[in-house]
């Protein structure tokens, strides 16, 4: 799924009025989880003229960079993407929290080709609308960059612009892709996040690294279902934002999910 480039990238960046979320932050890290047996990292194959693809998935946690965004329980997601001509993406995600009233709309264009042999980027804009005890959105910008010619080792770096927080969050990850069976694949992956005035505005730099497995499984040539494991260490900007709240507590985050996913 083409819209794996907006992993990492998300922040509504306003108070929602959910404990926990001073400077939001959605969106595209559900987004990961989405396509995240990471295949949108490996070298393109030719696809059709026109593909859509609907997956409903499920994270026990809403967690984007490094920060559960609920307070209560985990979050639904239902996604439709339509790829044009193998290079254009454009995709509606909504969000429903399990536990409590949260609703989440992201609005999304990429643009995905091959800068160099081996080397395929992204670009994208979206638009994030959330729903809390009260209204907030955002406009973001983003990039993607990976290195694709070893498929068991695949570096790559993400940028995303937030225009209502004016600031940016980094990303640099490796992933590890590998075939079990014809129809298994695991991936094992880790990440580290730099925010500058993203997240937070008072402060920049180590944001949190994150470890995770994620797996996929092909029903059929046109269905597959996906999962993954995922632990969030946090770091600096993460250690400050609680401290200056008065949370003495553990910021470290452990989450899992999974979806189902069909192509037409």
Same mark, same amino acid.
């Not at 989880?33 to 059709?48: F, G, R, V």
């Not at 997601?77 to 536990?99: I, K, P």
């Not at 250690?239 to 989450?255: C, I, K, M, P, R």
């Given at each position: ?31 990961e ?42 979050i ?6 339509? !790829? ?15 536990? !409590?009233?949260y ?28 729903y ?6 955002d ?45 298994l ?24 690294? !994150? ?21 969030s ?19 470290? !985050? ?8 069909m192509?037409?």
């Amino acid at each position: 799924m083409a819209i794996h480039s907006a992993k990492m990238m998300a922040s509504i960046l306003c108070l929602l009025g959910v404990n926990g979320l001073s400077y939001g932050a959605f969106a595209n890290e559900s987004l990961e989880h989405i396509d995240s047996s990471s295949h949108s990292l490996l070298p393109s194959e030719k696809t059709e003229f026109l593909a859509v693809t609907l997956d409903l998935g499920w994270d026990s946690k809403y967690i984007s960079q490094g920060r559960n965004n609920l307070q209560d329980g985990g979050i639904y997601w239902l996604n439709t993407s339509v !790829q044009y001509d193998g290079n254009w993406t454009t995709y509606a995600l909504v969000g429903r929290g399990d536990s !409590q009233a949260y609703t989440e709309w992201n609005l999304g264009l990429e643009y995905g080709f091959n800068l160099a042999e081996n080397f395929d980027a992204k670009l994208g804009y979206q638009r994030i609308e959330g729903y809390g005890s009260s209204r907030c959105q955002d406009n973001e910008l983003f990039a993607e960059l990976a290195y694709t010619a070893t498929p068991w080792l695949i570096p790559s770096i993400n940028y995303v612009y937030s225009t209502e927080a004016n600031g940016y969050f980094v990303e640099m990850s490796l992933h590890s892709f590998w075939n079990i069976t014809d129809h298994l694949s695991l991936t094992p992956y880790i990440s580290q996040g730099f925010d500058f005035k993203y997240r937070t505005a008072d402060h920049n730099g180590k944001n949190n690294l !994150q470890l995770g497995l994620e797996s996929n499984y092909q029903l059929s040539p046109n269905m597959s279902i996906s999962g993954h494991i995922s632990h969030s260490i946090a770091q600096g900007d993460i250690e400050q934002e609680a401290a200056a709240n008065g949370d003495t507590s553990s910021q470290d !985050q452990t989450y899992v999910g999974i979806h189902f996913a069909m192509t037409f």
